[in-house]
Each structure stands twice: as C-alpha cells, then as structure tokens.
C-alpha cells in the first residue's frame, strides 16, 4: 500500500494531477517538488488564486488539500527518499541542440531525476512516468536506476497523463479511462501496478482504469496526441476548401461528427492548434518513426504539423491582404494569446506566430488576454528570435483593458475562444476604431451578423 507519494515537476501536470491525487486519498501524503522556487512560493500562496497555473475549479482543490496530506516543497532529495511512490513529472520539451534537434524530445530532465532518485533512495520505489516520453524510455530509466542505485529495488510504471488545460480538475475528477503500463509477469511488478490502481480507484472507477504493458502505455500517449491533433488539421484543412467553394466548414464538420463513428468532438475549425503537446508530441512520434527507418509513417504523420504550419500562416497573410497589402504602421488589437480558453498557458500558442509575421510586416500589434501575464507576451515573441527584444518591445504593447486594446486600431483579431470576447460592447469597440474597421475571427466565436450590422467588416475560418 502507498503511503507517501512524491512528484517530482510541479507544473500544468504535476500541481494539478496531484492536487487531485490529494484530494481524494486524504490517507496517502503527497508532496510536489520542483527545483524552481518561484514555482513552489506560488503553489504555496496564501491566496489560493496566485498559484501559478491557472484552471478553473484548481484554486477550491488546492485550498481543501493543502497544508492536511498535499505539500509544495523544493527540498527534492528529502521527498525523494520518505516516498514510497515516485512521479516523474518533467518537462520533456522538443530537443533544440545536437541529435534530433526540432524533433526529438529532450530527455536531459528526465534522466537527472532518475539519477537523482537512485543517488538519494534508501528504500524500495516505485518510480512512475507522469511525463510524456518516448517509448521504450523506460527500459533506459531502469538501466540508470538499477546500474547507479543503492541497491534498492526500483519498479518503473507508465502512466500519461490524458488532462487538457483549461479543463484539467474536470479532467482528473472524471477521467475517460486512467491508463497504466507495468510488467504483470512478475510479482514484483504486478505489485507495482496494483499498488497505482489503488490509488486511482479511490476515485475512478475499476472499468476506467486500463493496464497494459509498459510499451503500449508510452506509445498509446503520443498516439492519442497524435490522433486528436490530427482530427483538428484535417478539419482545418477543409477549412481553406470551405472557404473557395462556399461552403461552411462548421455546417461540414456538424454533418460528419452526426456520423457515430466519426464523432463531433475536435472537429472545430481554427487559426492552428497550440500548445505544450500536440506539436512537440507529434514531432516526437515522426522522430522515432525516422528512427526505425518508417519513413512512409514519418511522413505520414508528419504532414499534420505541415498543416498547422500552413493554417497559422495564411491567417496572418489574409490579415495583410486584406488591409490593402501593408499593415506597415497599423495596429491590430488581438483578443488573446493563450493557446486556448481558460488557461494562462501560452506555449507553442498560434498568436505567437501571427504576431511574429504581422510584426515582420511593420505592423503594431496590440494585445488584451484575461489571463497571461505581459512579460509572457513579450517572452514568447523574443523566444522566437525574429528580431531583437527592444524591436518586439517598440511595436507590440500589452494591455490590461480589452478597449483600451482595440482603440484605434485598423483590425482586430480574434485569437483565443476566450468566452468574454462575445459580451463586450462591439458598438463601443468600432466606434474607437478606424474605419473601415476589420475583424478577423480565427476562432468563429463572435456573431457575425451582430458585428456586420454595427458595420464591422467580418472574416472568419472556413466560411
Ligand atoms: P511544466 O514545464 O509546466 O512543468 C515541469 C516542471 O518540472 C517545471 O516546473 C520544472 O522546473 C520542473 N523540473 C524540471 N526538472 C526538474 C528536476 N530535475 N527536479 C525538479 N523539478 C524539475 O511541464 P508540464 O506541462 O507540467 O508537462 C510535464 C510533462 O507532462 C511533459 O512531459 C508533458 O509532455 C506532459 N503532459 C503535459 C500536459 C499538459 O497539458 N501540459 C498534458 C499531458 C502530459
Ligand atoms: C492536449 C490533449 O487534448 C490532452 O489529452 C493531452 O493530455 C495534452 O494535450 P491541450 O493541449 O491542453 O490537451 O488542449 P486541447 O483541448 O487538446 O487543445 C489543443 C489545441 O487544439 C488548442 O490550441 C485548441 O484550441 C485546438 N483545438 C482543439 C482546435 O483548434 N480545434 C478543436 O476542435 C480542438
């Protein structure tokens, strides 16, 4: 039986994967770790509204759990060793150096913490993978752990985590299944694996929760990306069709998603998926398909992100050709920047790389999000490298109030389904405005005919 769990990496995954874990197993202590003491300051914020990420229904778990059985610490050694359950919950971004730079993902973190646990643990671990990593990572996990040990005994267990931003307490309350990977050949290992069932069953019921062998539980994560994302480009995709033959890709994708073994979910045409996952999960899948010669399946797979690429782009094109060819000196206001509604997260987000061509173009970008913070914005578009800082600096500008944003601008464009977009005053928003004023809806959010009969000129995607 699990008594104490440790998880190392308290970020979008761990703080609220174990917040959750704490709340429904007030019997098991759970402490979150993370070299980052910014971080754990935050997760430790008397307001429970300033921890640092931001979900909707965190702040009440938080609030129940913390301080009884749930702690955010940076003492990683200590935790370490008093647990007798371990999570690795590290960001595993995509590699930018050496070998499978832009595809592969960076093991580095990964490989520190099981180094980590085997200099540190005095006692028998289970060591679980949280974070999403390449199959067959951990055979190389148990190689480290058992060759630089204490001569204690490690089990390693998979167990991605399925939770998307912005509805993760939802997500980990009611899971459609919770999935894990052991070797049930032997005891040892079939101990491990129960003893993680356990844990979810407090909650989640027995039929939701899957067990495989390890292999399959660290493919199945990256496939399920992989498949989701997929479904997003392909009706994007149709989208630019949509648009040249009249057609409405919403209409197209209601008819289809009708059909039950297509389904209505993640048809919903955009400016380009973003986010921490899609794209570094797929770059990662057509790495390793590359790896074992399966060029055909690289490639295969490989067009999906050719396709959000291409979606992204042509949104911020058709801004520029539409105002007249040159958004030199004009500004445009963008409703959002995170990469989707109800998070602060804004990795890998598609206002980035619009911003990031419009502001090649000379243009002023303007910003309003309700939740990221200014130096993310700016973060973001200096990550990139277009131009320098002080450049971004000079001709992109963060504000706290959405009118403010929008006033004087040329066009706005609509870059997050954030739901406040739809109940500002579109009349008060125009009449600050240069006329002829431009709305450009990369998420078909807004009315149209209520925005058309203000006198705003109106595109969107796919229609
Ligand atoms: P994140 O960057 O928000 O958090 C990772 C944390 O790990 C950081 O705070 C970092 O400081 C910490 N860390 C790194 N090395 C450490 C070390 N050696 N010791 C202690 N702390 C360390 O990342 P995330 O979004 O939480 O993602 C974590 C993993 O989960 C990734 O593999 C990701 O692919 C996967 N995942 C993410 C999501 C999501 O929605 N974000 C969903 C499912 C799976
Ligand atoms: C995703 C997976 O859904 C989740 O299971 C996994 O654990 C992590 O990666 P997340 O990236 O948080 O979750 O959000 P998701 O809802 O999948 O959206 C990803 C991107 O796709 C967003 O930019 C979203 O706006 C976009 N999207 C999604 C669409 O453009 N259309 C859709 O129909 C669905």
């Known amino acids: 039986m699990v008594n104490k769990i440790c998880c190392i990496g308290a970020g979008y995954v761990g703080g609220p994967t174990m917040a959750v874990i704490a709340q429904k197993c007030p019997d098991i202590k759970v402490t979150v770790v993370d070299i980052n003491e910014q971080r754990i300051a935050a997760w430790n914020d008397e307001d429970v509204t300033k921890i640092p990420v931001y979900e909707p229904g965190l702040d009440a778990v938080v609030a129940e759990a913390r301080g009884r059985n749930l702690f955010f610490s940076t003492e990683v050694d200590k935790a370490i060793d008093e647990a007798d359950m371990i999570f690795i ?21 990964i490989e520190l913490c099981a180094r980590q646990i085997a200099r540190v643990a005095t006692s028998d671990k289970i060591v ?26 490690f089990d390693i267990l998979s167990n991605p985590e399925f939770l998307a931003e912005g509805t993760a307490v939802e997500d980990l309350h009611s899971p459609d299944r919770v999935l894990i990977g052991g070797d049930e050949s032997t005891e040892e290992g079939a101990a491990a694996l129960k003893a993680l069932v356990d844990v979810y069953a407090h909650w989640v019921p027995r039929e939701c929760i899957l067990t495989t062998n390890v292999w399959s539980s660290e493919l199945s994560k990256l496939t399920a990306n992989a498949v989701l994302a997929q479904r997003v480009s392909s009706i994007n995709s149709l989208s630019e069709l949509c648009e040249v033959t ?3 890709v919403n209409e197209v994708a209601r008819a289809i998603g009708m059909d039950s073994r297509i389904g209505s979910k993640f048809l919903k045409a955009s400016v380009g998926f973003g986010g921490s996952c899609f794209q570094k999960d797929i770059l990662n899948l057509v790495y390793i398909a590359k790896s074992y010669g399966l060029n055909e399946v690289a490639d295969y797979w490989e067009q999906v992100i050719i396709m959000n690429d291409h979606q992204k782009g042509r949104f911020a ?71 320098s800082s002080e450049e971004n600096t000079e001709n992109l500008t963060v504000f706290n109030d959405p009118y403010e944003a929008c006033k004087g601008a040329h066009a706005i464009a609509v ?27 990369g998420r078909r959010l807004l009315d149209e005919k209520q925005l058309k009969s203000i006198g705003f000129q109106y595109q969107t995607i796919g229609r």
Do not use: H
């Open 89 to 109: 919950s590290v960001n595993t971004p995509t590699k930018t150096y050496g070998v499978g730079k832009g595809m592969a993902a960076d093991l580095k973190y």
């Open 128 to 153: 679980v993978e949280k974070s999403t990593l390449p199959v067959r990572t951990a055979s190389a996990l148990k190689d480290i752990l058992d060759n630089t040990g204490n001569g204690v005994k």
């Open 246 to 248: 009249e057609a409405d």
């Open 317 to 387: 094109r058709n801004i520029i050709s539409t105002l007249y060819n040159t958004v030199s000196g004009k500004k445009i206001a963008f409703l959002g920047w995170a990469f989707k509604k109800d998070t602060n997260d804004t990795r890998e987000s598609a206002a980035i790389y619009v911003a990031d061509i419009l502001l090649s173009e000379q243009a002023k970008v303007s910003v309003y999000d309700p939740k990221v913070e200014e130096y993310q914005v700016y973060s973001d578009v200096d990550y990139l490298g277009t131009r």
């Open 415 to 441: 870059l997050t389904e954030w739901d406040e977009f739809k109940s500002y005053d579109w009349q008060k928003i125009y009449d600050g405005m240069l006329k002829p004023a431009f709305v450009f809806d």
